[in-house]
């Protein structure tokens, strides 16, 4: 069964950067896009930005021009380099398939932008 383990979070301040990674196991990276969601409290899951199989990506409007997704298919990684970060980036944030699968949700890697 295909495993996602998600990596890189912490706590950073307003303006701040991190980048988040995302291991698979298994070759789906070849298959499928992917996308790294997140779940801030209270509030429903939600997709930031995608990136297809051939390399072609889009962002939601609330991260456009702070996060960048990339792939290394080779490493079978999807990586989030997130920049300019702002509280409301606070989230618990999980890659998976896009459209969503029946690939299980990894354990996410908690993200806290605060001063």
């Known amino acids: 069964q295909v495993q996602l383990v998600e990596s890189g979070g912490g706590l950073v301040q307003p303006g701040g950067s991190l980048r988040l990674s995302c291991a698979a196991s298994?070759?789906?990276?070849?298959?499928?896009?992917m996308g790294w969601y997140r779940q801030a409290p209270g509030k429903a899951r939600e997709l930031v930005a995608v990136?297809?199989?051939?390399?072609?990506?889009n962002y939601a409007d609330s991260v456009k021009g702070r996060f960048t997704i990339s792939r290394d298919n080779a490493k079978n990684t999807v990586v989030l380099q997130m920049n300019s970060l702002k509280p409301e980036d606070t989230a618990v944030y999980y890659c998976?398939?896009?459209?969503?699968?029946?690939?299980?949700w990894g354990q996410g890697t908690q993200v806290f932008v605060s001063s």
């Open positions: 998976n398939a896009f459209p969503l699968t029946t690939i299980p």
């Open positions: 298994g070759s789906i990276f070849r298959i499928y896009a």
């Open positions: 990136i297809t199989s051939s390399g072609s990506t």
